[in-house]
């Protein structure tokens, strides 16, 4: 099995910036797509960027510009830099990734999300 472990969540003033990480773990596996999803309070989870393990991105549009993924395949660790924060970026950022392991094939596995506020 694998797991994930984010990282790097917080209070930070609106215009600051957070470098949030998640490290997967676990034995004899390979790691495809990884990606940050959120979830505010009241709201449904959304997509925030993923990133293949060859490193093509895909972000949000309304995201674009602010935020960057980025992942270190020999750490098999996804990392996602956050620029220019707005209030409306509060929420738990969760990482998810495709692993694959020998004669089990495909699966995906979550995180269990760290808190980022954004607040003055």
């Known amino acids: 099995q694998v797991q994930l472990v984010e990282s790097g969540g917080g209070l930070v003033q609106p215009g600051g910036s957070l470098r949030l990480s998640c490290a997967a773990s676990?034995?004899?596996?390979?790691?495809?797509?990884m990606g940050w999803y959120r979830q505010a309070p009241g709201k449904q989870r959304e997509l925030v960027a993923t990133?293949?393990?060859?490193?093509?991105?895909r972000y949000a549009d309304s995201l674009k510009g602010r935020f960057t993924i980025s992942r270190d395949n020999a750490k098999n660790t996804v990392y996602l830099q956050m620029n220019s924060l707005k209030p409306e970026d509060t929420a738990v950022y969760s990482c998810?990734?495709?692993?694959?392991?020998?004669?089990?094939?495909?699966?995906?596995?979550w995180g269990r999300g760290t808190q980022v506020t954004v607040s003055s």
């Open positions: 998810n990734a495709e692993f694959y392991i020998y004669r089990s094939g495909w699966s995906t596995t």
């Open positions: 676990g034995s004899a596996f390979s790691i495809g797509t």
């Open positions: 990133i293949t393990s060859g490193g093509t991105t």
